[in-house]
């Protein structure tokens, strides 16, 4: 009375065209239902509970009583999927007084764990880790580990409990105390945004990392192309200062740091100094000389001083 033992009991009968149009169906608790079938105040009566159950036993040892053998087990696990068959083995209640006399074929149903939808999530694995512990050993109608399960469940599953049940403890509950597996569960589930987000980062971080070291190095072009115009228009007079410029620009090279890998090119921009310094070299040496330059010069004023005049023939 007050479970669902009756609505179950109820199911049964009526597949057997057993209700209570033509049959006294009585409601009551398990003290109440064993003393009414102790007395012979009803005919039969259906329990849910282990054979482990206190009253079981005591209907055992009652005489007059016995265990109804079910023949239909497996059409009644058909029709009725929350139910399996089971068989209770011949003195398995009780060796030494052969109880029951013989095997006896029964169906049974699961006991559900229900909880409330909003149920803290680091609980779960508790709760489980306990129930696991408690059902692990079996019993006289359930193979050992078989509970819990995922079978025989008609609310929805909790995909936590599910995926505990079908895989375990995870690596941190089994490894680590309750309390820290619980905290390091909880910034899991905080890192998975942040691995998501990373994860661009991962891809661009190279490309922005090269850029950024060549930086160090490009930008000084800016001061290296000024000075290359101001050559060409600067006059005489000017070009110290231009060389002046050269100088600290060179020295200001020299000491940026960059990786071993980039080296390459800051010595690149080096020798693109350089370059200029010779071209200002060459510069002050026409300037010097008056505007004479052997470079400069065309082709057939070019003499060499130190060979012997031509005769004319």
């Given amino acids: 009375k007050g479970s669902g033992t009756y609505v179950l009991s109820a199911q049964l009968l009526a597949a057997n065209g057993i209700t209570a149009s033509n049959t006294v169906l009585i409601r009551a608790d398990s003290s109440e239902a064993v003393r009414s ?11 849910v509970a282990s054979t482990e159950a206190p009253f079981i036993g005591s209907l055992f040892e009652q005489p007059g009583l016995t265990l109804l053998d079910l023949e239909r087990t497996t059409a009644y696990s058909r029709l009725f999927p929350f139910l399996t068959p089971v068989t209770l083995s011949e003195g398995v209640v009780n060796l ?8 006896t074929r029964l169906v049974a149903t699961a006991a559900s764990l229900v909880a409330r939808t909003d149920l803290n999530a680091s609980l779960i694995p ?7 512990r408690v059902h692990a050993p079996g019993g006289v109608l359930e193979q050992r580990r078989q509970f819990p399960s995922v079978d025989f469940v008609d609310l929805p599953l909790n995909e936590d409990a599910g995926r505990y049940i ?33 994860i661009p980062l991962f891809r661009i971080g190279p490309p922005l990392y090269q850029w950024r070291i060549r930086s160090r190095i490009y930008r000084w072009y800016a001061a290296v192309r000024e000075i290359d115009t101001r050559l060409l228009s600067e006059t005489p007079e000017a070009l110290e200062s231009v060389r002046r410029r050269l100088l600290e620009l060179e020295r200001e090279v020299a000491s ?33 000389r008056g505007g004479s330059c052997l470079e400069d010069a065309p082709l057939h004023e070019v003499t060499d001083s130190h060979a012997p005049p031509r005769q004319s023939p």
């Fill in 126 to 132: 508790a709760l489980l880790n306990a129930v696991t």
């Fill in 256 to 288: 940026v740091s960059v990786p071993l890998a980039y080296a390459g090119e800051q010595y690149h921009l080096r020798l693109h100094i350089r370059l200029l310094q010779e071209r200002l070299d060459a510069l002050s040496g026409t300037s010097t």
């Fill in 96 to 103: 030494e007084r052969n109880v029951p006399s013989h095997d």
């Fill in 37 to 47: 079938l102790s007395d012979g105040a009803v005919d039969a009566a259906v329990f």
């Fill in 166 to 198: 079908r895989n375990g403890p995870s690596f941190l509950y089994r490894w680590l105390p309750y309390g820290t597996a619980v905290l390091l569960d909880r910034l899991k589930v905080l890192a998975l945004p942040l691995v998501a987000l990373l």
